[in-house]
């Protein structure tokens, strides 16, 4: 239990493109997505929660204008990378909780974006 | 966000032998929850084992398990005979019951060595 299904798994495009990101949970219900980015050898570093139904809530030097979130249902999160350029390439990986304190947050397997 | 600190950068270990990370966290809280996730090159990130702060006793998961030192506030992961598929970075992470966000210290990449 408790699958987490990301997609795409690796984008390649041109710079000025929107990327759009999708995180599902497949057997449960998420209250509660988080959203981060990794660079390599790095630790994750979040980006955004969101909650469905709710605006995200963007950490502290995340550009909201940039990186739109949408949690539309209590099993989907999108993310979309709006008019991506090189530096937005990174890996991100999303994570869905249910909302029960003693569970854990269950990630997807990430999206490697790379931006031409 | 809480502060969770992974001293060793890396570490390498013998198939078969034992390998212990260390971790330390900072928080004036009482109730919270750790957890240990690794990440082999394939970048998912998979939960290893995790530790209510409440519960005194260690939490294991078959070869894996944790020294839990509330006072010290130290949550260290032991590996009991290492297997080449144990081979990745694993974080630390912490979760105060108040907040739902994970703090994450910078991990530690283990290599085993056949």
């Known amino acids: 239990g408790a699958v987490v299904s990301q997609h795409p798994s690796r984008v390649i495009c041109k710079s000025g493109t929107s990327v759009k990101i999708e995180c599902r949970s497949l057997d449960f219900q998420a209250t509660t997505m988080f959203w981060y980015r990794q660079f390599p050898k790095q630790s994750l570093m979040l980006m955004a929660t969101?909650?469905?139904?709710?605006?995200?809530?963007?950490e502290q030097g995340v550009e909201k204008d940039k990186f739109l979130i949408n949690h539309a249902s209590l099993t989907l999160s999108t993310l979309t990378v709006t008019s991506a350029h090189p530096e937005d390439s990174s890996f991100y990986i999303c994570s869905a909780w249910t909302g029960q304190g003693n569970q854990p947050q269950h990630f997807g397997d990430g999206t490697r974006l790379s931006i031409l | 966000a809480q502060t969770v600190t992974q001293s060793q950068p890396e570490m390498s270990v013998q198939e078969a032998e034992t390998v212990t990370l260390s971790c330390t966290y900072d928080?004036?809280?009482?109730?919270?929850?750790l957890f240990w996730y690794k990440q082999p090159p394939s970048r998912q990130m998979i939960l290893v084992i995790r530790?209510?702060?409440?519960?005194?006793q260690n939490a294991t998961e078959n070869r894996f398990s944790v020294n839990f030192q509330k006072a010290a506030k130290s949550f260290s992961l032991k590996i009991s005979d290492s297997q080449l598929g144990d081979a990745a970075m694993y974080f630390c992470a912490y979760r105060s019951s108040l907040d739902y966000k994970l703090s994450f210290g910078a991990g530690t990449t283990v290599t085993v060595r056949a």
């Open positions: 928080t004036s809280e009482s109730d919270y929850y």
């Open positions: 530790q209510e702060a409440y519960k005194q």
């Open positions: 969101s909650n469905e139904g709710s605006k995200a809530t963007y």
